[in-house]
């Protein structure tokens, strides 16, 4: 038996997040070995953000040509989804090729060995019939898979996940969507544009049910404007495929739904199973990794990104992967501060929102202000015109005077977004904010329109 393969850490799992620590910590002289069971970079980069956003700016200059008669003159276009497909493999994916990135890893000096990684134990990883004993710890960043419901007739039918709808050569010509988060109402409107004829099924009685529900109907009024069918309170009750389309049949009213293809967007879940954490004292039917604010899962064990369960947003791995990388390094530095967590759906308009929702807010007993105010009462969003859905939601403890969530939708509701997430991470008072100066005529002038009318 060969003996046991030495290095200071272990990173299995080398996403956003995990090739970061893996890199950074190779880059300060660590012996590090960085597993990955598939593409170095993970999901964000070949499947999920990169790729989606080559779809989403191709179907937003579509809508803008659209827009441009009442505004510009004459346009016409002709969507060719052989573009968009082209960019994503080109450019975005190498074909789904993770060569440079795993040269990036190893011009920083780290180790990278393919396989699935399993916990053998404190500070041990096999992958296969090899082993490694890390002399510092191990981190755990292998990320979350697609949740798929237990709808009779769907396992072993040809559905689509986000990575098949992101390796399209071709669009259907119809498609049924399951979910309406983020992952779904994005690409139902991408795909709309691109003129398939797309269906969403949303179990709860919006769309982004997470969010405000002013966001929920925004997000239903352009999905329909684009030529999308929204069905909200409603599940699929079986699904079948005849070999060229699917049948969906819904619970209740025993509505049937036909698509050539079948889109499963109905979130994403960790599997910790595989990697054996029991060894390490933890649930493997838990669905999350619990960590302390450094990081820490247990002696010698960090983990970071998805599994954590504090957001499948890459900016929150790349965040936690810092501050991991500085407790493995014996850096000081403040805890994890979830509080002004950001997130974006990019649809459009673009949907961003900071912090606790009005909902959240008020479940956990706080005096709460709040006010909305549409982009297009704005000098900016009436210059605008066409497409210029959207508005500032803002809550505020009124106890403390500070923001404590936002929401802005708009035109570029992400990039105004970053004002009021500066301000709920700051805990800005609103009577400060309330006597800046606002650039005129911008969005982000709005949010002063909306501190104007907290109620």
Not at 59 to 78: C, D, F, I, Q, Y
Not at 83 to 95: K, L, M, N, S, Y
């Amino acid at each position: 038996m060969s003996a046991n393969e030495q290095a200071d850490v272990v990173v299995v799992g080398l996403g956003p997040g995990g090739e970061y620590v893996a890199g950074t910590l190779a880059e300060a002289g660590l012996d590090v070995v960085g597993i990955e069971a598939e593409l170095v970079g993970g999901e964000c980069p070949y499947w999920g953000c990169v790729p989606s956003k080559m779809m989403i700016r191709a179907g937003n200059l579509l809508a803008e040509a659209g827009r441009a008669p009442s505004l510009a003159g004459e346009v016409r276009v002709t969507p060719d989804w052989s573009r968009v497909a082209g960019r994503i493999r080109g450019e975005a994916t190498d074909d789904w090729n993770d060569q440079v990135a795993a040269d990036r890893l190893a011009a920083k000096g780290g180790r990278l060995v393919r396989g699935t990684g399993r916990l053998a134990g404190p500070r041990r990883v096999t992958v296969g019939d090899r082993t490694f004993e890390a002399r510092r710890g191990v981190v755990l960043a292998t990320g979350t898979r697609p949740r798929i419901p237990p709808v009779p007739g769907l396992e072993g039918t040809p559905y689509w996940t986000n990575r098949d709808a992101m390796g399209a050569k071709e669009l259907p010509a119809s498609m049924v969507v399951l979910g309406g988060g983020a992952i779904g109402v994005e690409l139902a409107q991408v795909f709309a544009r691109f003129k398939c004829a797309v269906t969403v099924v949303e179990g709860q009685d919006r769309l982004l049910s997470q969010e405000e529900p002013e966001t929920g109907a925004l997000a239903e009024k352009v999905l329909r404007e684009d030529g999308v069918t929204v069905l909200t309170g409603a599940r699929a009750r079986q699904v079948s495929h005849d070999g060229t389309a699917f049948t969906v049949r819904l619970e209740g009213d025993e509505q049937v739904l036909s698509g050539e293809r079948l889109l499963v967007a109905t979130g994403r879940q960790a599997d910790l199973t595989p990697l054996a954490v029991d060894s390490v004292g933890l649930d493997p039917t838990a669905g999350t990794v619990p960590t302390d604010g450094q990081m820490r899962a247990g002696e010698g064990l960090w983990a970071v990104g998805d599994i954590t369960g504090r957001g499948a947003f890459t900016h929150v791995s790349m965040y936690q992967a810092e501050i991991a990388v500085r407790d493995i390094l014996g850096r000081p530095g403040p805890d994890a501060d979830y509080r002004a967590l950001p997130r974006v759906t990019f649809t459009d308009p673009e949907v961003g929102a900071v912090g606790l929702t009005e909902r959240q807010a008020r479940a956990q007993g706080l005096a709460v202000r709040t006010s909305v105010v549409t982009i297009a009462s704005s000098t900016r969003g009436w210059i605008h015109g066409p497409g210029n859905e959207g508005f500032i939601k803002l809550v505020e403890d009124a106890d403390r005077g500070v923001l404590i969530g936002a929401t802005s939708a708009g035109p570029v509701g992400g990039e105004v977004l970053y004002g009021l997430n500066v301000a709920v991470h700051a805990e800005v008072p609103v009577d400060r904010l309330q006597h800046m100066i606002y650039t005129y005529p911008t969005f982000h002038r709005t949010i002063e329109a909306a501190l104007g009318a907290l109620r």
